[in-house]
Structure formats: structure tokens, C-alpha cells
């Protein structure tokens, strides 16, 4: 997918469809405008409806701001057919400090002692780099085209009886050239939108403050935080609209208190032993 690039995007494609044949192009034209989490959908269905799904097992939404290692899917792939349950998955993504020049990076990323971990949830499969199992994916009813888009799926995914999960294996951990949340413009203004993101969710305020908290111990320091409780505090206060679905927001609500009481850990795999009655690959 070329969402309408301006820089070598288009020649650097066609460079490597020329080498592959099994590489097909699709071209969106410029918007003018970066449009985030419902631009980045606009592009992922422009590519997908080109498909037929029912002749895939398995699709993935992938970024191209990453550094994968060479058994990324191959390993994913093992574990989704070793447990039929697994819906959607991932490994999990690393960033260069800020400030940092990109250094060369060697696969298997057994010491990170020199990168800065996004800190993503083991009960969530990462939005640059994940795979789904096409049966799940028709269920859920796809993506969301909004921020939020791989929270709310991978919930969803649980919900109806799925496994969501990512791994932080050497080798399935990966470079994020550009780390989740910085924005197109800086850090303030991407924490800003992940705040409202959680907002448009149904994320509830006691989960969200503590979520906050805790990305205040992540680059950037402090700053992150606050800035996620200003995107979900004034979304509140504008009143603006929540992702519709009512039983998705009491589920929610529900898996984020019993993380607050429990610890995630035994919350999902609470909620994953009570989803297995409800799984249902054929439904």
C-alpha cells in the first residue's frame, strides 16, 4: 500500500515488485494530510479489499516503519497453529532512546540494554506488526477506523472467546523506528490522541489514571502521562462521541477492574479460561 507518498516511497516499491513478482502495488492518492488511526485503516482496507479473505488463512497489519527479524512470522505462525485458539498475536517492539542515532541492529534481539521497550501488554497483540487468524479477524468485524482501532480489536477478539497475545522473545522482538504515540509531530500531541483513544474506547477514569501513571516512568518521562490524561479528561469534559457498541464497553470496564484487583496476568488468564465456552471458530 502507498498511501499516497511524496518521498521515494513509490520508486523503492516498484524496485521490489520488479525483483518479486508475487508483490502487487496499490496506490492511494495524497490526502494532503497525515490522518491518524482512521487513515491508517482507509489504507489497510484499500489493500485488503483488493483480497478474497476465504482464500487465506491468515492476514497481517504491518507498518513499514520496522526492522523485523527473519523468523518474525515463521515463529508466529508456529504458535498460531500449535493453539487453535490464538486470534491475533505479536512480538513485541523496541525503540532507539531519543536523541540516540539508529544504531545497526542484530537479530536476535537478546540484549536491549541499549533500546527503550514499548511496555506493551502481554493480553494485546502490537498494531505495527500484527497477525490474525482470518476466521477470528471476519469475526470481530475487522478494524475499527479510528484511534483506538488495535485496542478495541484485540478486546473484541477476547470477548468472543479468542486469544490476543504478544511475546517477548529474542526472536520475535523488533525495531519501531518511529515509537508508538510520538505522533507525526512530537510526543505531546501523540499522547494527547492515545488519551482520547482510550476515551473513545470506554476505557473507565480509575484504569486510565493508572495507565498514566505508569507511562510516566516511560520516555517521555512525566510528560506522557500527563499528556494521555489531558486527551482522556477533555474528551470527557467535550463530551465527545465513545465507540458504540454498549456490551464491548461493559466487557471492558469489566477486564480493566479485575486488572486493577488481580494483576493482568491472572485477569486474562481468567478472562481466557472463562472465553473458551464462548470460542466458536465456525460461528
Known amino acids: 500500500m502507498d498511501d499516497g507518498s511524496t ?10 515488485a520488479a525483483r518479486h513478482p508475487f508483490i502487487r502495488i496499490v496506490r492511494r492518492p495524497d490526502r494532503g494530510d497525515r490522518k491518524l488511526g482512521g487513515g491508517v485503516i482507509d489504507a489497510f482496507y484499500d489493500g485488503y479489499d483488493t483480497i478474497d479473505p476465504s482464500q487465506f488463512d491468515f492476514v497481517c497489519k504491518l507498518d513499514l516503519d520496522l526492522d523485523l527479524p527473519p523468523r518474525y512470522f515463521e515463529l508466529l505462525l508456529a504458535r498460531m497453529k500449535g493453539n487453535p485458539r490464538i486470534g491475533t498475536c505479536s512480538g513485541k517492539p ?10 545497526p541492529v542484530r ?9 527503550v521497550s514499548e511496555k506493551i501488554g502481554d493480553d494485546v497483540s502490537v498494531g505495527a ?11 470481530i468485524g475487522g478494524f475499527v477506523r479510528q484511534v483506538m482501532w488495535d485496542g478495541i480489536d484485540t478486546h473484541r477478539c477476547r470477548q468472543l472467546g479468542w486469544i490476543a497475545a504478544s511475546w517477548d522473545d529474542p526472536e520475535l522482538r ?7 504515540g510520538s505522533s507525526h509531530k512530537n510526543w505531546w500531541t501523540g499522547r494527547v490522541r492515545w488519551g482520547f483513544g482510550q476515551y ?29 490524561l489531558k486527551g482522556y479528561f477533555g474528551s470527557m469534559l467535550a463530551r465527545e462521541r465513545r465507540y458504540g457498541d454498549a456490551e464491548f464497553r461493559r466487557f471492558l ?31
Open 129 to 139: 506488526a500484527k497477525l490474525y487468524r482470518t476466521t477470528c479477524f471476519l469475526q
Open 7 to 16: 518521498d521515494q516511497t513509490p520508486a523503492i516499491l516498484a524496485e521490489y
Open 200 to 228: 473513545f474506547m470506554g476505557t473507565t477514569p480509575v484504569y486510565m489514571i493508572a495507565a498514566s501513571i505508569y507511562r510516566m516512568t516511560r520516555p517521555p518521562l512525566v510528560v506522557g502521562g500527563v499528556a494521555m
Open 174 to 180: 523488533f525495531i519501531h523506528l518511529r515509537p508508538m
Open 94 to 103: 523496541y525503540f532507539f532512546p531519543p536523541g540516540d542515532p539508529d544504531l
Open 253 to 283: 470496564r469489566r477486564y480493566q477492574w479485575a486488572c486493577l484487583l488481580k494483576g493482568k496476568a491472572r485477569a486474562t488468564a481468567d478472562t481466557d479460561a472463562r472465553g473458551a465456552s464462548l470460542w466458536n471458530p465456525d460461528r
Open 107 to 115: 537479530f536476535p534481539l537478546t540484549d536491549t540494554s541499549h533500546l
